[in-house]
Every structure is written in structure tokens, then in C-alpha cells.
């Protein structure tokens, strides 16, 4: 089992940057992909990005797709999302969730960190 906390999030102008934090507990963070979620308000929770357990594998959204950058340092037992250019549409609560191997779905979560980007 691993347990996740999000960090990082706040309220910025659009065009600007963020980087986002997910520290999980556990030793055994480097055998869980890793997955960045956004929920916008009266939206459903929408995929962002993944990584694979060794960094070699990385999936975007077509919506953030050049300006997002996810990594992870599995020697901290963390998870990053790098966000650049941000929109409005941007704003969202995100989270960050581990998946197991041979795992379909994404079984633990974390409490969320808001995003605000103003116009």
C-alpha cells in the first residue's frame, strides 16, 4: 500500500509555470506507475499524465501535451508535473495516484492540491 500527498498548488496568472509534488510513503515507491488527475468544478476527473516505474514511458493529454512535463525521482519516492504556459482552463483540483503492476486501474490517490490560473 502506499499513501500520497500532493503539493504545489496555488493561485497564478496565465503564462505562467507551476510544479507540482506528489511524495509517497512506502519503499516500494519505484514499482507503481504514476498518474496526474484534474478534476475541474462541475467537470469529470480527467487523465493528464502517467509515467511508467523507471521514467522510461510517458503519456500526456492532448491538452497539455508540450506544455506539461511529469518525472519522478524514485530515490525521494516522488512524483513531479511540471507545468508550463498555463491556461485558464488549467484551473482544476489535481491528484496524483499510483497504479500496481499488472494493475489496470489506479488504486491509491492522493487529497488533491488546487490550481488557480487567473486571465
Known amino acids: 500500500q502506499v499513501q500520497l500527498v500532493e503539493s504545489g498548488g496555488r493561485l497564478v496568472q496565465a503564462g505562467g509555470s507551476l510544479r507540482l509534488s506528489c511524495a509517497a510513503s512506502g519503499r516500494t515507491f519505484s514499482s507503481y506507475a504514476m498518474g496526474w488527475f484534474r478534476q475541474a468544478p462541475g467537470k469529470e476527473r480527467e487523465f493528464v499524465a502517467t509515467i511508467s516505474r523507471n521514467g522510461n514511458y510517458l503519456s500526456y493529454a492532448d491538452s497539455v501535451k508540450g506544455r506539461f512535463t511529469i518525472s519522478r525521482d524514485n530515490a525521494k519516492n516522488t512524483v513531479y508535473l511540471q507545468m508550463n504556459s498555463l491556461k485558464p482552463e488549467d484551473t482544476a483540483v489535481y491528484y496524483c495516484?499510483?497504479?500496481?503492476?499488472?494493475?489496470?486501474?489506479?488504486?491509491?490517490w492522493g487529497q488533491g492540491t488546487q490550481v488557480t490560473v487567473s486571465s
Open positions: 495516484a499510483a497504479k500496481a503492476p499488472a494493475s489496470i486501474d489506479y488504486a491509491y
